[in-house]
């Protein structure tokens, strides 16, 4: 069986490191809480291994503007 | 201000000892006044309970009406009764809960994991008790509150006792944090008089409120119920007090109970208690809390002005007058505003209401304009009237699109209707048969300025749903249109200074052609190439060589070929309105609106425009066209049915005989139209007006002409022939199994000669689906549209550009995740022609 991150509608997901986290609230004035969530249940999230309070990078491929950034916290669940 | 953040809220039914603790009195008398109209001391309007009348204070916290927020009161119920709302919940609870040690009947598992299980457990509640092996009890429970035990009565007294053996460790599988026994009201809370406030008549008597009313009710039979026990009455007596104070209680809590009848007022009103404030559409919550009323709102009836700009409002003089704006007296309006003054609160261009510096508000009247024009000065406020060029939002339910409220600016007219230019219709989806729109004045400068910029008419022009004019031409304007700019349109010089007039332009003083006449109000440097919708789609196109005139050139600003219709103008479709407002802004793209409507309509109106039946004549040679066509498919029809009924039919694919015959059936019959509608288009009167809406996309269409003119074809009810009514036939003008067109709802007839009985029927059928359709779906959007405003009502784009709620929770790091704004694209396409012209200039060929 093939990994779930090689299907074209899985966008790629990456951990982000917490120097990058920082900045990323820092740059939007906010706190962990009020980024938007994903549940560690989720399989992409097991896939890549990411932790509860991890900040995932989702890089998707929007077909007008090339690709938008997203960023999602882990949440336990 | 640090703001502390709520966690979480826990509610719970409140315990006899919360209701005595947080009250201020206890209730004894169900008097309310003594003979000299003083509120009796225990009575239900006691002073302890709060303040209703101006300048008194209140007993309890001295407060005055207004601050003192009411005080709740206690009744000590003789006997106790079920609290009717918690009717069922009792009934579940007891059901699954041992009559005798009073655990729940599941296993020590079950009530260890603390999951709420009830709704389980009570739909197969066991025998016995696995905790001390008692039986368990049949218990019946009858609407609304009477139970029974193994055929017996369970009166309130038992089943408080049950409830009170539940050990506090199962609640948490009946899925509650509170003691059961709360369900069983033994005090009853007096909510205070500021909940059921009185009010005095102008005879100078009192009215009290339903749920003193009702109150006084429970009260009164509560103080029967324990005299009655006092003096040792028989229990049968007992018991029928008992039941009535349970009566009252049931129906003050809600007064709409399935089997219980309401409880009435003198008059035979039913009593509006407790429940019925909080629910249905006049409700606490639908009514005051969703739906909020404002000011500085007004609502008629609208009709249509066809020399209003798009960005107008025509508002009638008396709403101009009523509705003001608040203006700011400053040193250099000073003059201005004290004539605003003088002018009094009933001459137009008046005031109403002038505030002073410290807040104070006073009236404007005839009597103290002049002392008061005197008095402003810098830092007074004057409440004007509205004035021609106010900035107003215009809105018209229901609101399904962000085009159904726009702001306009206000234009002050004689008579008592809004005005609103026509091109407004298809946003707001107007029409004028009696619709009335709203209409709001904002009242600081933000809010004007934000609504000028987001929601003009003119900066709406194209939809941000197809990125395509939605304010555009429709009907007349079409019609109009294309009577200016067809070939061989002329207009004599008195003509041409008729219709420069109207868009106050300058007559150059001698005949035009119409195109010429359309070529002035178009912008100087416009260069497009289109076809138009009169277009009859020839095989290869002649582009500027078309012998229908049907391909727009335009160069220069110049409109040098083709005609201008739907295709340029109308809804959804509109490439030359498109392009103006795209190349040359959104005032441009009004002004041409503007100037466009007023010449079309002065072109029909010098002309004249109308329609009748004879519209729809066509050419002996067409009706016998038409009668060979309509024979030759009947024939062939004839053939399918007889090959089927002999058996001889093969079937298709995945399909039974029935269903290949009825396919076949409806081939023929959409042949049939098709066939009938092409002869149409070429026997049809091409001058005739109906033919010209049709082609320029005015208003019908071919379908629509050849209905008239031709056939009217297959009516069909649920995407099938009609084939209901009758066993195996459609109505007892057929033979049982008839599978031919006529008996399955072929309408042969067309409604210029008119429809014989049979088939006036069946397109009845087809009519009446085709309305309750529109209406399920009218009432489906609405309900799709309310939840869509429910979740994203909250949602804004912040200034730093992501999609935020109103917890500052991020929703999109940009709006729709790729910044796009629809209503700037062209039709969702990118325009690679427009970026060339833009790079490379224009005017390169």
């Not at chain 2, 092996?133 to 009477?146: D, L, R, S, V, Y």
């Not at chain 2, 941000?464 to 019609?479: C, E, M, T």
């Not at chain 2, 109906?690 to 069909?716: D, F, H």
């Amino acid at each position: 069986m093939s990994s779930i991150m090689e299907n074209f509608l899985v966008p790629k997901h990456e951990i982000i490191s917490e120097e990058e986290k920082v900045a990323l609230l820092n740059k939007y004035k906010i706190s962990l809480k009020q980024l938007p969530k994903i549940l560690s249940s989720d399989p992409v999230v097991k896939v890549i291994g990411a932790k509860v309070g991890d900040v995932i990078k989702i890089t998707r491929n929007e077909m007008e503007i090339g690709h938008t950034l997203y960023y999602r916290v882990v949440i336990k669940g | 201000m640090e703001v502390g953040k709520v966690d979480s809220i826990k509610f719970e039914i409140m315990s006899p000892y919360m209701i005595k603790k947080m009250a201020a009195v206890k209730i004894e008398k169900p008097e309310l006044y003594d003979p000299d109209g003083y509120p009796i001391d225990g009575g239900l309007m006691d002073l302890r309970l709060g303040v209703i009348d101006p300048g008194l204070r209140c007993k309890t916290c001295g407060g005055k009406m207004g601050t003192c927020p009411g005080h709740f009161g206690y009744l000590e119920l003789t006997k106790p009764v079920i609290h009717p709302l918690f009717a069922k919940k009792i009934y579940q609870i007891l059901k699954v809960t041992c009559p005798v040690c009073g655990r729940v009947m599941t296993s020590d598992e079950n009530i260890a994991k603390k999951k709420p299980m009830l709704n389980k457990l009570y739909k197969s509640a066991p025998k016995t008790c696995p905790h001390c092996g008692a039986k368990a009890t049949e218990i019946k429970f009858q609407k609304p509150t009477i139970f029974y035990e193994d055929g017996k009565d369970l009166n309130p007294e038992q089943i408080r006792e049950r409830l009170e053996k539940i050990p506090d460790s199962d609640l948490p599988v009946l899925g509650i944090s509170t003691r059961p026994e709360y369900m069983i009201l033994t005090v009853l809370p007096i909510p205070p008089v500021t909940v059921r406030p009185s009010i005095v008549l102008e005879t100078g008597e009192r009215s009290e409120d339903d749920l003193t009313h009702k109150l006084i009710d429970i009260v009164r039979i509560n103080d029967r119920l324990k005299k009655n026990i006092e003096l040792g009455a028989p229990d049968f007596i007992i018991d029928d007090i008992w039941q009535l104070l349970q009566y009252h209680v049931s129906t003050y809590f809600d007064n709409e109970i399935s089997n219980l009848p309401p409880a009435r007022h003198r008059s035979g009103r039913a009593l509006r208690t407790l429940a019925q404030r909080l629910t249905k559409k006049e409700g606490r919550f639908r009514g005051n809390l969703t739906g909020k009323r404002v000011n500085f709102s007004a609502r008629t009836v609208i009709s249509p002005d066809t020399m209003i700009s798009v960005n107008e409002v025509g508002i009638p003089e008396v709403i101009a007058k009523t509705l003001t704006v608040p203006d700011h007296v400053t040193e250099k309006n000073i003059d201005e505003m004290r004539k605003i003054v003088l002018n009094g609160p009933d001459v137009l261009n008046g005031a109403n209401y002038v505030v002073r510096p410290d807040g104070m508000r006073k009236r404007v009247m005839d009597l103290n304009k002049e002392e008061i024009a005197k008095e402003i000065t810098p830092g007074y406020i004057v409440e004007r009237h509205l004035k021609d060029g106010d900035i107003v939002l215009f809105n018209r339910q229901p609101s399904l699109h962000r085009m159904s409220i726009m702001a306009h600016k206000a234009k002050i007219m004689p008579y008592r209707t809004f005005r609103l230019n026509l091109c407004e219709t298809i946003p707001y989806n107007a029409d004028f048969d009696g619709d009335e729109m709203n209409l709001h004045v904002p009242q600081t400068e933000e809010a004007r300025i934000e609504a000028e910029k987001l929601m003009l008419v003119e900066n709406n022009i194209r939809s941000p749903r197809y990125g395509l004019p939605v304010i555009a031409f429709k009907h007349d304007h079409i019609s109009g249109c294309y009577f200016l700019t067809r070939e061989g349109a002329k207009f004599s010089k008195e003509e041409v200074a008729y219709l420069l007039n109207l868009i106050g332009k300058k007559s150059p003083g001698h005949e035009m052609v119409g195109k010429e006449l359309f070529s002035l109000i178009l912008p100087d440097d416009l260069n497009m190439e289109f076809v138009s919708s009169y277009c009859v789609g020839c095989d290869t196109c002649l582009k500027d060589k078309c012998p229908y005139d049907s391909y727009v050139v335009i160069k220069n600003g110049k409109l040098l070929h083709g005609i201008i219709d739907e295709a340029a103008l109308g809804e959804r479709k509109g490439k030359l309105l498109n392009k103006i407002d795209m190349k040359y802004g959104h005032a441009r793209a009004r002004q041409f609106m503007d100037e466009l409507s007023k010449l079309a309509l002065g072109v029909l109106s010098l002309r004249g425009f109308t329609i009748s039946i004879s519209d729809f004549d066509i050419s002996d040679d067409g009706e016998k066209k038409i009668k060979d066509t309509k024979k030759k498919f009947e024939r062939e029809a004839e053939k399918l049915v007889e090959n089927y009924n002999n058996g001889r039919m093969e079937k298709l694919s995945g399909m039974t005989q029935e269903k290949t015959l009825e396919m076949y059936m409806q081939q023929i019959a959409s042949k049939v139209s098709d066939q009938t509608g092409k002869v149409i288009k070429n026997s049809v009167n091409d001058k005739s007006s109906a033919v010209i809406m049709a082609k320029t996309g005015a208003r019908g269409s071919y379908v629509n002409l050849s209905q008239t003119a031709a056939i009217v074809g297959q009516e069909s009810l649920e995407g099938e022939r009609i084939n209901r009514g009758y066993t195996g036939r459609t109505t007892s003008h057929f033979k049982r199994g008839d599978l031919g067109l006529k008996a399955r709802g072929f309408v042969e007839g067309n409604y210029r000669h008119g429809l014989n009985a049979i088939e006036f029927f069946f397109d009845a059928i087809n009519s009446r689906e085709n309305l309750m359709d529109k209406s399920l779906q009218t009432r489906h959007s609405g309900y799709m549209e309310r939840r869509l405003v429910s979740a994203l009502q909250d949602l804004r784009v912040e200034y730093d550009g992501t999609v935020r709620d109103n917890r500052g929770v991020i929703i999109q790091f940009m709006p729709g995740s790729d910044s796009l704004d629809p209503s700037k694209i062209n039709h969702g396409e990118i325009d690679l022609n427009l970026v060339r012209e833009n790079i490379e200039g224009e005017n390169d060929d």
